[in-house]
């Protein structure tokens, strides 16, 4: 079957760095997204890897490895309005999008 | 430019009372979907549509119906609700379908709860 695997809770302190990991398990495979989701508000985009490596796009960073089925998002510099649910999805062969059930991030002070 | 316009943003309703939710872009996108999300689960594809004309189903069609007369609006009705169609609901569209880049752009959500 299809899956998507991420932690449901992390938290971590401004300023500091955190990588929310994310395993997929998909029918084919054509990218891998990374969407962030604040409490009440739609999902934006933040990142696309069909590639395997490092994607780097200011704070954020996402880094895909296909033949683990893995990617992880890092998050550096932590600011609190990095606090939200951060949503991983794999497109599969038929290029629909299975999602995982997200990461609620916490910063604290 | 508006983007993605979704409306009711709450909705009560009773146990076999229909109603519709509403969802227009104005990006001249090609693809429409909706999404339902509930606790503890990732987004789930309700139905889609690639253009003017053509909708098929998602994940999780049952109970629920679209059509999409026109490249800008579609609509999701909902045909007799029931207390497991409390979700929110959110629409999502992007250029085109069948591209590994299809970002998708949601729109704001509207949370429906039947009683």
């Known amino acids: 079957g299809q899956n998507i695997d991420q932690p449901t809770e992390m938290t971590a302190t401004e300023g500091a760095i955190v990588q929310i990991n994310c395993t997929y398990q998909t029918s084919g495979f054509n990218g891998l997204f990374w969407y962030q989701q604040h409490a009440g508000e739609a999902p934006t985009f933040l990142s696309y890897n069909v590639l395997d490596g490092l994607e780097e796009k200011g704070r954020f960073s996402s880094f895909l490895s296909r033949s683990k089925g893995y990617s992880y998002l890092l998050l550096k510099e932590l600011q609190m309005k990095d606090s939200a649910s951060y949503l991983c999805a794999s497109m599969d062969s038929n290029y629909q999008l299975i999602w995982g059930a997200g990461t609620k991030l916490i910063i604290k002070p | 430019n508006a983007g993605v316009t979704q409306t009711p943003k709450f909705q009560v309703l009773k146990t076999g009372q229909s109603m519709t939710l509403q969802c227009a872009q104005d990006m001249n996108h090609e693809y429409m979907s909706w999404y339902r999300q509930d606790p503890g689960m990732g987004l789930r594809l309700i139905h889609y549509?690639?253009?003017?004309?053509?909708?098929d189903q998602g994940e999780v069609p049952n109970g629920y119906n679209v059509s999409r007369s026109t490249t800008e609006d579609f609509p999701l009705r909902l045909l007799s609700a029931a207390p497991s169609q409390t979700s929110v609901y959110f629409c999502a569209s992007s250029y085109s379908a069948g591209s590994g880049a299809n970002v998708l752009t949601f729109g704001a959500g509207s949370r429906l709860t039947v009683l």
């Open positions: 549509s690639v253009g003017a004309g053509i909708t």
